[in-house]
């Protein structure tokens, strides 16, 4: 199964992506990317509007790339991420092998959230994107 690259959020233990594989992902100079942020949280919002009186870098999140260079994909992750639980959620949904791909941090991923204030049971379910966000989200607002 083919690796995936894009953006995560997590809410509680339910991870929220919008991911795609490799060979379908947009090429960034060296990378293959795919999603933001903020398009994934804003689109987020459409489902959920209780969070709409939050910023998207509140909850903890992070974001698979993929270096051409190197032929390895690279996890980046907020450091209350760095957990079993949540690196082998990323693992199976971005199809990624234990000890192949490279883990980094970045403090753009760094959430307000307090690690105290996460509540394992925020969303009812995982959140999966598989399609644009365009439909989710109103160009106009922005």
Known sequence: MEEHVGAFFFIGDHIITNDTPISKANIYGDYRNYSSHWDLWRSLLTRYPEYEYMDYDYFPRGRVVYDIKANKCILYID???EDNKFISKI???????PGQYNQGYDEHYQSLQPVEDIDP???DEDVIFAESLDMYVNRETY
């Open 91 to 97: 693992e199976n949904r971005y199809c990624l092998i």
């Open 121 to 123: 049971d925020e969303l």
């Open 79 to 81: 450091p209350k991420l």
